[in-house]
């Protein structure tokens, strides 16, 4: 007989196979799930980030396991083993989809996108498909833990049976291990942006978290703040009056006019290319850009609910910013307002793209514009046309846009144009309700319409070029016009061969760049953007409508379809402050009558709509836009979505904690950097409060 048909030799092999410690086939599911979620915190975070800093996703994920293991421990051992693959999986599922969201926009999703599923999926699919091919390595590794669940029964043959004592025993481990995290999170440090802070704020900065909480303690934050909101606190820092006034001066009169610009002559354009040094700020006014009649201490004492109360009072204490040389500038005339796609410094050549060459070397040339957000066009939108960041604390379905539809929007560009009986168009050439722009743009004043209006465009991405071609006949007619577009040809992927339509379009015309692929096909969508601005040039010369009309152009977040080695090579740059400096950006704000005038003080796209209505002549309240008009005597402040920001003395990296000096010999004053943090901090949070408060329309 051989060993296979003899009855002693097979009760051996079982009993080898059984012969697992009693404790461990006891409790077999809890350290089941502590070991694979510390392990899938630990592969998630090599692969995305790229070291190995991941204690405390590590002690934050045991609890986590602990509680799991105790779910399974209420039933008999049929009953767990089905658990045990009923709850891996779903998590195994969320780290997956969170590479490949990574992977896609270098950034992590959040559970309030979830809604936006189905027009991902539509729009996206190839995008999605061909992401989820090249993290697959990574997916197979976090999915390997369930894959040896079948080993586990057969080596370890688990003996679960309901049992009290055992699974009290589970949940004071749970609590024990969740204190014993808690405790140590305090030993990460007492900076605004440590793990300890993170965890504990009432807001949540979602990258960072992740990054310093693990994604499962993230999920559950971000869960929690999506069913239930916050704790009720405005979130703003209790010292008002410490917060609102100016960081500590060092001595050099911070916040000049534009610092290093040159202020327009009596014409109202500037004083030529030779003078574009820096110069004297006009000369100190008693005349604000407020609205007299906002009272803010007495909406603040009227004010019943205490939440509101306190965003008023907030609002009563801020400086307004002052007029200056360059207020009314533009008025009465026409504005051509545009995102741009994935729009970036690197797309920017003299041979290539003449005309954003032209755009941004003249008018107001701004030498140090950032972006604030990585990735999502709809953030990057939503601070362009409304001047306030988004609440990234508390997504509402598709985000703050979204959220905003509901509420009184009247302080923005197009509603003060609208004011003026001055029709306001917004285009898109791509899918209306993509965003839902079909409900958010309208709210804001525009008559919005998207490629299914606009007719002859096809292929994925869009041209922007045939968008201008289609839609330029609607205004250029009129006397007076305001029209904004969101453009779409610079979208990723860049790729050629059936991936990106524009890509392809214009492949010929780069083929002489001595650069990779990726690099090759962003210039060749940037083209397609180009065209589509020289296009427009041209029909505002021809209709006569070009000397009155100011072109004013940013983008919606930086190019994440190319790696950090990628935008390297793309900008002929070496990456500073720790990749931070890839959003840095470029802001066009152009007129052809105007001669060119520089600036460099620090400045992101919160800061474009109190500009625009500074120049236009608008009379509007400074105080209710998360930034400032860039051409005041206002302190130069670059907010980015990690509450990072760069002023004019120093570049602050939340991600590290870390100050970057622009000037090896100047020394930090005391208070320097917490009074920017804390700014920093109540931009995001007062921004949140108008938005989730509906603020404007108490203000009636």
């Given at each position: ?435 839902s722009r079909n409900i958010t743009h309208p709210n804001l004043g525009y008559e919005f319409h998207g490629k299914e209006d606009i007719g002859g465009l096809s292929g994925w991405p869009e041209s922007d070029l045939i968008m201008m071609q289609r839609t330029i006949p ?227």
């Open positions: 007989m051989d060993r296979y048909t003899n009855p002693s030799r097979r009760a051996a092999g079982a009993r080898r196979r059984t012969a697992a410690p009693p404790l461990l086939r006891a409790f077999f599911s809890p350290l089941y799930f502590i070991v694979t979620f510390s392990y899938l915190e630990a592969v998630f975070h090599i692969a995305e980030f790229k070291n190995i800093s991941f204690l405390y996703p590590f002690l934050l994920a045991i609890p986590v396991g602990a509680l799991f293991g105790f779910i399974c421990d209420l039933f008999d051992e049929r009953v767990a083993m089905i658990l045990r693959y009923a709850l891996s999986l779903p998590v195994m599922l969320i780290f997956s989809v969170q590479v490949v969201y990574f992977h896609s926009f270098r950034s992590f999703m959040s559970f309030g996108q979830i809604g936006m599923g189905d027009d991902v999926f539509k729009n996206f699919f190839g995008t999605i498909m061909l992401a989820v091919w090249e993290c697959l390595p990574i997916i197979i590794l976090l999915f390997l833990p369930v894959s040896l669940l079948p080993l586990g029964k057969i080596y370890v043959r688990p003996k679960n049976k309901r049992n009290l004592r055992r699974s009290a025993t589970l949940v004071v481990l749970a609590v024990a291990f969740q204190l014993i995290a808690l405790f140590a999170l305090m030993f990460s440090g007492s900076g605004e942006h440590s793990a300890n802070k993170i965890y504990h704020a009432n807001d949540l900065i979602l990258d960072l978290s992740v990054e310093k909480l693990g994604l499962l303690t993230t999920t559950r934050h971000d869960v929690g703040f999506l069913l239930f909101g916050g704790d009720g606190d405005t979130g703003l820092d209790p010292e008002i009056p410490e917060i609102v006034v100016p960081p500590p001066d060092d001595g050099d009169s911070p916040g000049t006019t534009a610092e290093g610009t040159t202020p327009p002559d009596e014409t109202g354009g500037g004083t030529g290319p030779e003078d574009t040094g820096a110069v004297e700020p006009p000369a100190p006014t008693s005349v604000y850009n407020k609205i007299d009649s906002l009272d803010f201490a007495s909406l603040a004492a009227n004010e019943k609910d205490e939440n509101v109360k306190r965003v008023f009072e907030y609002l009563a204490a801020l400086e307004p910013t002052k007029k200056n040389k360059y207020t009314g500038m533009f008025k009465d005339y026409n504005l051509i307002l545009i995102c741009a796609e994935s729009f970036s410094p690197a797309a920017v050549d003299e041979t290539l793209t003449p005309t954003l060459y032209k755009l941004s070397h003249s008018g107001f040339i701004f030498e140090n514009y950032w972006t604030t957000f990585p990735s999502n066009t709809t953030n990057g939108e939503y601070a362009l046309l409304t001047g306030l960041l988004p609440d990234l604390t508390k997504p509402k379905n598709d985000g703050s846009f979204i959220a905003s539809s509901k509420n009184t929007m009247d302080r923005n560009i197009g509603a003060f144009f609208n004011a003026l009986g001055i029709k306001t168009r917004a285009y898109h050439d791509h899918s209306a309700s993509y965003y609607d205004y250029i007619g009129e006397e007076r016009f305001h029209t904004y577009y969101m453009t779409v040809s610079m979208h990723h992927n860049y790729k050629f061969g059936g991936l990106n339509a524009i890509a392809d379009k214009n492949r010929d015309l780069v083929t002489s760049i001595n650069k990779s692929d990726p690099c090759r096909a962003y210039m060749a969508c940037a083209i397609e953007l180009d065209r589509a601005l020289e296009y427009l040039i041209s029909e505002l010369e021809e209709a006569g409508k070009l000397d009155r009309t100011v072109i004013c152009l940013s983008t919606d977040h930086y190019p994440y379809g190319l790696t950090d080695s990628e935008y390297r090579e793309a900008n002929d740059s070496k990456l500073k402050y720790d990749a931070l400096d890839r959003y840095m950006s470029t802001l066009i704000l152009w007129n052809s009558a105007m001669e060119p005038v520089t600036v460099t003080k620090p400045c992101c796209p919160v800061d474009v709509l109190p500009t625009l209505l500074n120049l236009f002549g608008f009379e509007f309240d400074s105080r209710l836009y998360s930034g400032s008009d860039i051409l005041s005597d206002a302190p130069g402040l670059a907010m980015i979505s990690n509450q990072s920001f760069i002023t004019d003395k120093i570049v602050y990296n939340s991600r590290y904690e870390k100050v970057y000096k622009l000037d090896s010999s100047w020394e930090m004053p005391d208070g320097y950097l917490d009074a920017y943090i804390k700014i920093v901090k109540n931009r995001f949070a007062i921004a949140s409060n108008i938005l989730n408060y509906d603020l404007y329309a108490k203000m009636k």
